[in-house]
């Protein structure tokens, strides 16, 4: 009995420890930046390095009509360069916008940073009396490209590898423990993104990240006009623009 209680006590410790350290680092969990230096980014030569109301972003002026991307939470802006290969810079403006606390920024990412990158990315985007928007974002950016259309409706939106709220993708990962309401950064893209209009979902039908459930009870909630959700048989959540379908399918809905 006394060796049961003990292990008992040691399980319980080991829980209430581990839960301990997810609430208190979760962020970490969350947002993986990488040292990229801002000002020196090679894979964008034809864009430049702006900031504006305190947020960063790689603009390329060319023509009235943009395209706004919001990036995952690894990585940086610099390394979304792929997205060229779906649209002509010749024939579109674009902006990768930047988050906090990212390619050494000295601020902490958070909802409310990230919030405010969107923001001011917006209020940026309104000083060039663009004739077209386009937002996109993919997997965590798809709550910030959510956002955007909340603030300020775009002519399209595509969002790849969505999710509806991030407490609901944590609970699915951790669910031992009670996320939803640990959570700090909850980024509830279902409630932003629920008037869009003229919307494209992509997800892999293999995403263990981000579970097609999510996706697709995004996609249910959207009662704006002229929404698609594409699933890409076989891919996954980092695999996904490997995949001939997706090409074909951001190619179209860009042009």
Same mark, same amino acid.
């Given at each position: 009995?006394?060796r049961?209680?003990?292990?008992?006590?040691?399980?319980?410790?080991?829980?209430?420890?581990?839960?301990?350290?997810?609430f208190i680092?979760?962020?970490?969990?969350i947002?993986?930046?990488?040292?990229?230096?801002?000002?020196?980014?090679?894979?964008?030569?034809?864009a430049?390095?702006v900031?504006?109301?305190?947020?960063?972003?790689?603009?390329?002026?060319?023509?009235?009509?943009?395209?706004?991307?919001?990036?995952?939470?690894?990585?940086?802006?610099?390394?979304?360069?792929?997205?060229?290969?779906?649209?002509?810079?010749?024939n579109f403006?674009?902006?990768?916008v930047?988050?906090?606390?990212?390619?050494?920024?000295k601020n902490s990412p958070?909802?409310?940073?990230?919030?405010?990158?969107?923001? *001011?990315?917006?209020?940026? /985007?309104?000083?060039q &009396?663009?004739?077209t =928007?386009?937002?996109? %974002?993919?997997?965590?950016?798809?709550?910030?490209?959510s956002?955007?259309?909340?603030?300020?409706?775009?002519?399209?939106?595509?969002?790849?590898?969505?999710?509806?709220?991030?407490?609901?993708?944590?609970?699915?990962?951790?669910?031992?423990?009670?996320?939803?309401?640990?959570?700090?950064?909850?980024?509830?893209?279902?409630?932003?993104?629920?008037?869009?209009?003229?919307?494209?979902?992509?997800?892999?039908?293999?995403?263990?990240?981000i579970?097609n459930?999510?996706g697709? *009870?995004?996609?249910?909630? /959207?009662?704006?006009? &002229?929404?698609?959700? =594409?699933?890409?048989? %076989?891919?996954?959540?980092?695999?996904?623009?490997?995949?001939?379908?997706?090409?074909e399918?951001?190619?179209?809905?860009?042009?």
């Amino acid at each position: 009995m006394i060796r049961l209680k003990r292990l008992l006590f040691i399980i319980l410790g080991t829980y209430f420890i581990f839960g301990l350290a997810l609430f208190i680092f979760q962020r970490k969990f969350i947002y993986f930046p990488t040292p990229q230096e801002f000002n020196k980014c090679m894979n964008l030569p034809d864009a430049s390095p702006v900031e504006y109301e305190g947020t960063r972003m790689y603009v390329h002026k060319a023509t009235d009509n943009w395209v706004v991307i919001y990036h995952g939470n690894a990585g940086s802006a610099c390394d979304r360069s792929y997205y060229l290969n779906y649209f002509s810079p010749k024939n579109f403006s674009y902006i990768i916008v930047e988050y906090a606390g990212y390619s050494n920024d000295k601020n902490s990412p958070s909802q409310s940073a990230l919030m405010q990158n969107v923001e *001011a990315a917006n209020n940026y /985007i309104k000083t060039q &009396n663009p004739t077209t =928007i386009t937002v996109i %974002g993919e997997s965590l950016g798809t709550a910030l490209a959510s956002y955007h259309s909340k603030i300020n409706p775009p002519n399209k939106l595509l969002l790849i590898s969505p999710f509806d709220s991030l407490s609901r993708v944590s609970q699915s990962h951790y669910w031992f423990y009670p996320t939803s309401l640990m959570l700090l950064d909850k980024f509830p893209a279902v409630k932003w993104v629920k008037g869009s209009n003229n919307v494209l979902i992509i997800q892999g039908t293999m995403d263990t990240l981000i579970p097609n459930i999510f996706g697709q *009870a995004l996609y249910e909630q /959207i009662s704006g006009k &002229n929404k698609s959700l =594409i699933k890409i048989p %076989g891919a996954g959540h980092n695999d996904i623009y490997d995949f001939q379908l997706t090409v074909e399918e951001i190619t179209k809905f860009l042009k």
